[in-house]
């Protein structure tokens, strides 16, 4: 990689998208750049270099996608690993960068990405637990266990809500449930001690 491509990269992760935006452009990366003007709200700059790249990249396939998707068209379908790999990164991107709006619109598109991968539901879970929305995660973490009922990793995302709203009792059921299913799940075991811990404290 490149010393542009590096600075380019530090730039979109400090949310520079400008100065990310010129150096990509700068290395060539044209899904970048595109995902770069997406955020700065430029739609129509992020759908020419996508369209650039669409032939042989993935990414821009699917950031085509996202912009059908957050105006509420339902298109073209994304393949599953697409999905699988790039639902929850504009999710996240979408929420960390208040463009809620189009956050919304995508989840509203949960039923048509769930045709592409069954595991949407968790996918969007999981943005939503990561940027705060406990309540929603929630919802989307049962929608979830009802199509895969023995997922540990949705139980766990299920248990980590309910202790962050502060329903002690009920995150540590939920992480039983997880650790019966698969007893030597880490993540679960380290976050059954950190419940614990919290209901230590409270009873003390």
């Known amino acids: 990689m490149t010393k542009v491509e590096l600075k380019a ?3 979109f992760y400090n949310k520079e998208y400008k100065k990310a935006l010129k150096l990509f452009i700068e290395s060539d990366n044209k899904y970048a750049a595109g995902l770069c003007n997406l955020l700065l709200k430029n739609e129509k700059e992020a759908k020419k270099f996508w369209l650039q790249n669409k032939k042989h990249c993935p990414a821009s396939q699917f950031g085509l996608i996202v912009l059908d998707l957050i105006k509420l068209k339902t298109k073209e379908q994304p393949s599953f690993f697409q999905t699988r790999a790039q639902l929850e990164i504009y999710l996240n991107l979408f929420l960390e960068n208040n463009l809620i709006e189009w956050a ?3 989840i509203s598109c949960c039923d048509f990405l769930y045709k592409a991968n069954p595991e949407s539901y968790k996918f969007i879970a999981r943005a939503l637990y990561s940027n705060g929305y406990f309540d929603m995660a929630i919802t989307f973490c049962k929608r979830s266990l009802r199509l895969f009922y023995c997922d540990p990793e949705a139980f766990l ?6 202790f962050l709203k502060g329903d002690n009792s009920e995150a540590l059921e939920l992480i039983n449930k997880v650790l019966n299913m ?3 799940y880490y993540p679960a075991i380290l976050f059954k001690e950190i419940i614990k811990n919290k209901i230590k404290e409270n009873n003390n």
């Open 104 to 106: 919304e619109n995508l």
């Open 9 to 11: 990269k530090e730039h």
């Open 182 to 184: 698969v007893d030597d």
């Open 157 to 162: 995302i299920l248990s980590q809500c309910y």
